[in-house]
């Protein structure tokens, strides 16, 4: 019988206040990503090196704004 992997244990940000945010997954090779409104519809897929670069693009970009 094959193995399957458990389910992604998804994440909100501690500042969503509401019922419309991004929510993340972390496995070992890749970082996901979800609309919290359209749960099954569209999971992204990203490198760990991929999602550290849009992290820190995201933060610098914050950091230079204010």
């Known amino acids: 019988m ?3 992997e458990a389910p992604l244990h998804w994440r909100k940000s501690t500042k969503c206040a509401s019922a419309a945010c991004v929510e993340v997954a ?3 090779n890749a970082m996901f990503v979800r609309d919290s409104k359209s749960p099954i519809e569209s999971v ?3 490198t760990h090196a991929d999602w550290n670069t849009f992290v820190a693009g995201i933060k610098e ?5 204010r």
């Not at 970009?61 to 704004?65: H, V």
């Open 44 to 46: 992204l897929a990203f």
């Open 2 to 4: 094959p193995q399957f």
């Open 26 to 28: 972390e496995r070992p």
């Open 61 to 65: 970009a914050t950091l230079e704004s």
